[in-house]
């Protein structure tokens, strides 16, 4: 139950990612890392439809991760790009390549792989607070190194940046999450009394703010790639770590496990850099027409001549 869970936020994950993308891509570029890319943001309808989607998302994936442990939940997530051209396909009318289908059975089928040869179970270690800060300075220290990285270099090397910074951030969060609802469990009454839920709300705002940032500052295949592979194995890591949660990797199986994560990450990098998703994400919110033949209509009426799919489309 807790994956179906995990796949139910993975699609909502990706209907948040186009509504968020419309929302901040054209902010000026003077608002990276500024409250002001917030406040350009929450002036948008089309971004605020895309955060009410991700609070939807936010209580599958402590639904699931209450019912499941974080290295069986999270790689789970990795199928937000999988999902993404099933939105383009059913809802927009657009036919993907072979190669999307490809890259989408790949994915798929290196997710299952590794869930099944790996059987993910619980560990029973109770984090004391050495081990809550151990790993929240490695996650912060990590985010602070690409956020720092992300200053620098080209809107590609930026983007993706900002989305490891983000992608790591989100695992942290998970973490926060999976603790939250083990003391939900215990009691309502008690939750406000933990830290563990501020933790929850801190670790979350800023990874929001990070994925807006990556979003904003170049090509989403740079920041899709980052944000959605990332998570996933910074999640596995954490969940062996600080839960002492369990892998089967006996014999064949800890080669097997590998190769399969590296097909998972392999598909969903190539469904990122898809002609597909790079197109879903950077049309504008204006409802105008996209052919493929790629004709682009201009707002006086003229028409640009490109690449493109050869069916029409309009955006949500």
């Known amino acids: 139950m807790g994956s179906l869970l995990a796949a139910a936020a993975a699609f909502a994950n990706a209907m948040t990612t ?31 439809a895309g955060f009410g989607v991700m609070v939807a998302s936010f209580l599958l994936q402590a639904t699931a991760l209450d019912m499941g442990e974080m290295t069986s939940v999270q790689p789970v997530l990795t199928l937000e790009l999988p999902f993404l051209v099933l939105i383009l396909a059913v809802w927009f009318r657009l036919h993907p390549r072979w190669q999307d289908w490809v890259a989408t059975a790949v994915a798929a089928g290196g997710l299952a792989a590794f869930l099944m040869l790996a059987a993910p179970s619980a560990g029973h270690v109770v984090p004391n607070l050495v081990a809550w800060g151990e790993v929240s300075f490695a996650c912060l220290a990590g985010m602070a190194t690409f956020v720092g990285l992300a200053r620098f270099g080209s809107p590609s090397w930026r983007a993706a940046m900002f989305g490891v910074a983000g992608a790591i951030g989100f695992a942290l969060t998970a973490t926060f999450i999976k603790a939250t609802t083990d003391l939900i469990a215990q009691g309502w009454g008690r939750l406000l009394m933990h830290w563990q839920p501020y933790a929850v709300a801190g670790a979350g705002v800023l990874s929001v703010f990070l994925a807006q940032n990556a979003f904003h500052s170049g090509p989403v295949t740079a920041s899709q790639s980052t ?8 999640s596995i890591s954490i969940g062996i770590g600080l839960f002492g949660d369990r892998l089967r990797t006996a014999g064949a199986r800890g080669p097997l496990e590998s190769l399969a994560l590296l097909a998972m990450l392999v598909g969903v990098v190539l469904l990122a850099r898809s002609p597909l998703v790079v197109k879903a994400k950077d049309v504008e919110d204006t409802g105008l027409r996209i052919d493929a033949s790629a004709k682009t209509t201009r707002a006086d009426g003229t028409s640009a001549e490109g690449g493109g799919h050869p069916d029409a489309w309009r955006t949500c």
């Open 18 to 48: 186009i509504l968020q993308r419309l929302g901040v891509k054209d902010a000026p570029a003077s608002d990276t890392m500024r409250v002001s890319l917030i406040r350009y943001a929450l002036h948008r309808r089309v971004w605020l």
């Open 227 to 234: 944000l959605v592979t990332v998570d996933p194995l910074v």
